[in-house]
């Protein structure tokens, strides 16, 4: 663990301003001083070798040199030797403990870190019995000793966690991490560390792509070379379908971009859209999302309208300040300016590494500011009625432990979960491994709808909006649009629900579809094919979404959604005439059936005049059960028989 002591350093009253030369020190030796003093100048020169070196000499020639022993730890911090730190802090505590009592909170840090939970306990309890110079140091000194005692009940219930390795055609002697998956868990996308002469310091960050074979096998990963330069593209967020990348880009070092590069801040996000198997272009979220400060780690959701990441910016003395934040779609298609989720999940110290998993309800971070095991932790939060996030519950050990966790993701799947790790036996530095996530940490249950979209004639494939609603209360659950070449697309959605399926695309009519996935295998995709009819005299759909009571013509609250959409077409394309078409089954008595969708036809036109089309544009037409589509010899058909429909008539 490096840097152990940042968080005494962000008070002003570390180690460096207790150690200046001043008239006053712990000892009177003014050989000892002089050569204290020497220490600090090399320390400056950051010639931290010849700093300890000195150090030695200083505590040889006066032992109970206070100042002495704490610069000596803080520069065994700075060479990431924490291990060390304890043997100086602890002498300069002994000789006197009252001297500089941060030096209590420091050892407790360096301890944790270690995770020596009982000793740290007790050095954090010693620290708590002083005043405290700021909050922000009363607050880390809860932290630790709230950890220690969640780490020692921890380790004694472990929770089930076997990584496993993904293999040579996905990891190298170089590090991966921050990967991120498609809902049908077929393409994952990650970050490489590669060499490259032309870069700064010869190394940069590049994204690759790999895509399932079978099973656990990868295909060999390849660059997205659309997207890579020589500059660093790290932290990417894959939407739910594939076809939307959002990834950090930073500053260089003389200030330049390249030529679709143009940032805000030092470090900004961008966002890429597949066309066919390439990517666009990237550009720049704007203003709405980036900043003066740095945006990294963005975690696209699921239903394509909101964004989650990380804003911060680092002290003089290096300090992490950061939290997550999120942005949503306005109604003009814009991004809101961004602001700090709600909730329990922001603390004063460091978060990072957000991934909101799409469920739409469960969000998964790794931060030092909350009960753990050291490090950074990997925690999850679930969002609560009022819109703000609960508190975080850690996911447990072996999961954490005292080293920093974090880029995790979730599959939609909630049980693959992957992660970036330096653990022995990989290929090399940060390699990236999966494990089944214990239940306890799993989000709510998805499944997800794929499909494709195509011309109903030519059957060519076609680029069209899909907007899903919730059927229960009207809301839009997720938007997306279907590749231009392909015609392909995924909704990714909670289980249990029925819903409402929109395609729109313009010169042609829209379609609608609705289902229910409240008794549905989520373990496998909902697919639906999608054609569209060119908008056209004679063309005509059925508005699967307009409903009725039983045996009423009165329309029910969930019909909004679809003739809303009819409103819009009808606005959209203002020379147009339609007929709505009422259909029954055969049920009941012959002149029953024609009068009531007579009446289902005329409530439909009167919702439309309503909303401001013109009645000269509109004319109803009851078929009662004269034009079924299909059998009325089963409950299935019937209901497929009872149907509204439109025709473009001029």
């Not at 060390?84 to 944790?112: C, H, N, R, V």
């Not at 790290?234 to 930073?250: E, K």
């Not at 829209?510 to 496998?524: A, G, I, P, R, V």
């Given at each position: 663990?490096?840097?152990?002591?940042?968080?005494?350093?962000?008070?002003?009253?570390?180690?460096?301003?207790?150690?200046?030369?001043?008239?006053?020190?712990?000892?009177?030796?003014?050989?000892?001083?002089?050569?204290?003093?020497?220490?600090?100048?090399?320390?400056?020169?950051?010639?931290?070798?010849?700093?300890?070196?000195?150090?030695?000499?200083?505590?040889?020639?006066?032992?109970?040199?206070?100042?002495?022993?704490?610069?000596?730890?803080?520069?065994?911090?700075?060479?990431?030797?924490?291990?060390?730190?304890?043997?100086?802090?602890?002498?300069?505590?002994?000789?006197?403990?009252?001297?500089?009592?941060?030096?209590?909170?420091?050892?407790?840090?360096?301890?944790?870190?270690?995770?020596?939970?009982?000793?740290?306990?007790?050095?954090?309890?010693?620290?708590?019995?002083?005043?405290?110079?700021?909050?922000?140091?009363?607050?880390?000194?809860?932290?630790?000793?709230?950890?220690?005692?969640?780490?020692?009940?921890?380790?004694?219930?472990?929770?089930?966690?076997?990584?496993?390795?993904?293999?040579?055609?996905?990891?190298?002697?170089?590090?991966?991490?921050?990967?991120?998956?498609?809902?049908?868990?077929?393409?994952?996308?990650?970050?490489?560390?590669?060499?490259?002469?032309?870069?700064?310091?010869?190394?940069?960050?590049?994204?690759?792509?790999?895509?399932?074979?079978?099973?656990?096998?990868?295909?060999?990963?390849?660059?997205?070379?659309?997207?890579?330069?020589?500059?660093?593209?790290?932290?990417?967020?894959?939407?739910?379908?594939?076809?939307?990348?959002?990834?950090?880009?930073?500053?260089?070092?003389?200030?330049?971009?390249?030529?679709?590069?143009?940032?805000?801040?030092?470090?900004?996000?961008?966002?890429?859209?597949?066309?066919?198997?390439?990517?666009?272009?990237?550009?720049?979220?704007?203003?709405?999302?980036?900043?003066?400060?740095?945006?990294?780690?963005?975690?696209?959701?699921?239903?394509?309208?909101?964004?989650?990441?990380?804003r911060g910016k680092r002290s003089a003395q290096g300090i992490k300040d950061q939290d997550i934040y999120y942005s949503y779609i306005m109604d003009n298609g814009k991004w809101a300016?961004?602001?700090?989720?709600?909730?329990?999940?922001?603390?004063?110290?460091?978060?990072?590494?957000?991934?909101?998993?799409?469920?739409?309800?469960?969000?998964?971070?790794?931060?030092?500011?909350?009960?753990?095991?050291?490090?950074?932790?990997?925690?999850?939060?679930?969002?609560?009625?009022?819109?703000?996030?609960?508190?975080?519950?850690?996911?447990?050990?072996?999961?954490?432990?005292?080293?920093?966790?974090?880029?995790?993701?979730?599959?939609?799947?909630?049980?693959?979960?992957?992660?970036?790790?330096?653990?022995?036996?990989?290929?090399?530095?940060?390699?990236?491994?999966?494990?089944?996530?214990?239940?306890?940490?799993?989000?709510?249950?998805?499944?997800?709808?794929?499909?494709?979209?195509?011309?109903?004639?030519?059957?060519?494939?076609?680029?069209?909006?899909?907007?899903?609603?919730?059927?229960?209360?009207?809301?839009?659950?997720?938007?997306?649009?279907?590749?231009?070449?392909?015609?392909?697309?995924?909704?990714?959605?909670?289980?249990?629900?029925?819903?409402?399926?929109?395609?729109?695309?313009?010169?042609?009519?829209?379609?609608?579809?609705?289902?229910?996935?409240?008794?549905?295998?989520?373990?496998?995709?909902?697919?639906?094919?999608?054609?569209?009819?060119?908008?056209?005299?004679?063309?005509?759909?059925?508005?699967?979404?307009?409903?009725?009571?039983?045996?009423?013509?009165?329309?029910?609250?969930?019909?909004?959604?679809?003739?809303?959409?009819?409103?819009?077409?009808?606005?959209?394309?203002?020379?147009?005439?339609?007929?709505?078409?009422?259909?029954?089954?055969?049920?009941?008595?012959?002149?029953?059936?024609?009068?009531?969708?007579?009446?289902?036809?005329?409530?439909?036109?009167?919702?439309?005049?309503?909303?401001?089309?013109?009645?000269?544009?509109?004319?109803?037409?009851?078929?009662?059960?004269?034009?079924?589509?299909?059998?009325?010899?089963?409950?299935?058909?019937?209901?497929?028989?009872?149907?509204?429909?439109?025709?473009?008539?001029?």
């Amino acid at each position: 663990m490096k840097h152990l002591f940042l968080t005494v350093l962000f008070s002003g009253i570390a180690f460096l301003s207790i150690a200046q030369p001043k008239p006053n020190y712990s000892v009177t030796s003014k050989k000892a001083i002089k050569q204290y003093e020497e220490a600090l100048a090399l320390y400056d020169l950051r010639d931290k070798s010849g700093a300890l070196s000195k150090l030695d000499e200083v505590v040889k020639t006066e032992p109970n040199f206070i100042e002495a022993y704490y610069m000596m730890a803080q520069v065994y911090d700075d060479l990431g030797q924490s291990e060390k730190t304890i043997e100086p802090l602890q002498k300069a505590l002994s000789i006197d403990e009252t001297f500089y009592t941060d030096g209590w909170l420091m050892l407790a840090e360096s301890q944790f870190a270690l995770a020596k939970y009982s000793d740290a306990e007790q050095s954090v309890s010693k620290y708590m019995r002083f005043p405290k110079a700021t909050m922000q140091l009363e607050k880390r000194a809860q932290v630790i000793l709230s950890s220690c005692i969640y780490a020692k009940n921890a380790m004694g219930s472990p929770v089930p966690f076997e990584p496993k390795n993904l293999g040579a055609t996905i990891n190298t002697e170089m590090d991966e991490y921050y990967p991120c998956i498609t809902a049908d868990e077929q393409t994952l996308l990650f970050t490489r560390l590669v060499k490259d002469d032309r870069a700064f310091r010869g190394m940069q960050e590049d994204f690759y792509i790999s895509s399932r074979m079978t099973g656990t096998s990868w295909s060999d990963a390849q660059p997205v070379v659309e997207i890579n330069t020589v500059q660093n593209e790290g932290a990417p967020s894959l939407s739910a379908d594939g076809q939307t990348l959002i990834f950090t880009a930073c500053e260089t070092a003389d200030g330049s971009w390249g030529a679709t590069r143009q940032g805000i801040g030092s470090c900004d996000l961008f966002f890429s859209i597949k066309e066919g198997k390439a990517w666009s272009d990237a550009k720049n979220l704007g203003q709405g999302i980036n900043s003066g400060s740095w945006e990294s780690q963005p975690s696209y959701s699921a239903d394509g309208r909101t964004l989650y990441f990380i804003r911060g910016k680092r002290s003089a003395q290096g300090i992490k300040d950061q939290d997550i934040y999120y942005s949503y779609i306005m109604d003009n298609g814009k991004w809101a300016p961004a602001q700090k989720i709600p909730g329990r999940v922001n603390t004063i110290f460091e978060e990072e590494s957000v991934m909101i998993h799409p469920d739409g309800r469960t969000l998964y971070f790794s931060s030092n500011g909350h009960p753990g095991m050291g490090g950074l932790d990997i925690f999850m939060s679930t969002i609560l009625p009022n819109g703000e996030w609960d508190t975080p519950v850690n996911l447990g050990y072996p999961i954490n432990t005292s080293a920093d966790e974090n880029s995790l993701q979730v599959a939609a799947s909630g049980k693959l979960a992957l992660f970036a790790s330096e653990r022995a036996g990989g290929f090399g530095g940060l390699d990236l491994y999966s494990f089944e996530l214990h239940e306890r940490a799993q989000p709510t249950l998805v499944t997800y709808v794929k499909g494709v979209v195509s011309d109903k004639l030519s059957f060519k494939k076609l680029g069209a909006k899909l907007e899903l609603i919730d059927l229960e209360n009207g809301k839009l659950i997720a938007e997306t649009y279907s590749g231009n070449a392909y015609g392909d697309f995924l909704l990714c959605i909670p289980s249990g629900r029925d819903y409402a399926l929109s395609v729109s695309k313009e010169g042609y009519l829209f379609h609608s579809e609705n289902f229910s996935l409240k008794n549905y295998n989520s373990t496998q995709p909902y697919e639906l094919n999608i054609q569209l009819q060119k908008l056209k005299v004679g063309a005509n759909i059925v508005l699967n979404n307009v409903f009725f009571g039983s045996n009423s013509f009165a329309l029910l609250p969930a019909s909004k959604v679809e003739l809303n959409k009819l409103v819009s077409l009808l606005q959209a394309n203002p020379t147009q005439k339609i007929e709505i078409g009422g259909h029954t089954d055969n049920v009941g008595a012959d002149a029953d059936n024609q009068k009531l969708s007579e009446n289902r036809a005329k409530s439909v036109v009167e919702y439309l005049v309503q909303q401001g089309i013109a009645s000269e544009r509109l004319s109803a037409k009851g078929y009662g059960e004269t034009v079924p589509i299909t059998t009325n010899d089963t409950e299935e058909g019937r209901a497929k028989n009872r149907r509204t429909e439109f025709k473009v008539v001029e």
